[in-house]
């Protein structure tokens, strides 16, 4: 759980909005909150119900692990409103997996595509990753669209990839390239977009 920069990345749009910044101990209580919703783990393709203390533990272990950094996502009044990670990172081959969660009672504001933007951005700008991906279940519509809208295109599908709720799913593994990203921001700018 190795931190980047400590200062916030904000895109100029969504500066007011959303922010993120590296997580810390005392956000592990939240994070507690979400690895304990058996319906948020089901789409990051793990076993809920971990205790405190086994995250505390592994915040230890990863905190400064340079294949990670880890992000709380957080509103205007400094709300946590969701996690975003950004792991497996490879420098030789300058890629990485992102990953994110919106608590369940902040959904469907908008929040996962402005995380998701931040993230992508940070992965890109700072990081200097070629190609950022990840793997989403099929089923999960909203989250491919928000994936779709942040410039992720479909790489595969993964046949019977993981097992929830007793039976076996398929997933798209989407990705995003670094030179994608800098091409369309690019023309936004020129076009005002941005």
Not at 112 to 119: E, F, G, K
Request: hydrophobic letters at 35%; a negative charge; aromatic letters at 12%.
């Amino acid at each position: 759980m190795t931190q980047g920069p400590s200062h916030t990345m904000q895109t100029q749009k969504e500066q007011h909005m959303l922010a993120l910044r590296p997580l810390e101990r005392q956000d592990l209580r939240f994070v507690h909150e979400l690895n304990n919703d058996a319906k948020i783990m089901r789409y990051w393709f793990e076993e809920p119900y971990e205790t405190f203390t086994e995250l505390s533990q592994l915040y230890d272990q990863h905190v400064h692990d340079q294949r990670e950094r880890r992000f709380v996502v957080f509103d205007p009044d400094g709300e946590l409103v969701g996690l975003v990670e950004l792991i497996e990172l490879d420098y030789i081959h300058r890629r990485g997996e992102f990953q994110i969660i919106i608590a369940p009672n902040r959904q469907g504001r908008g929040y996962a595509t402005r995380a998701t933007r931040l993230a992508v951005e940070y992965a890109f700008k700072v990081l200097n990753l070629r190609k950022l991906y990840l793997i989403v279940d099929k089923s999960n519509a909203a989250a491919i669209r928000v994936y779709e809208k942040c410039g992720f295109t479909h790489e595969a599908e993964l046949i019977e990839e993981f097992f929830g709720n007793g039976q076996y799913h398929n997933a798209l593994r989407m990705c995003i390239f670094q030179r994608d990203y800098f091409a369309a921001h690019q023309g936004a700018e020129l076009h005002g977009r941005e």
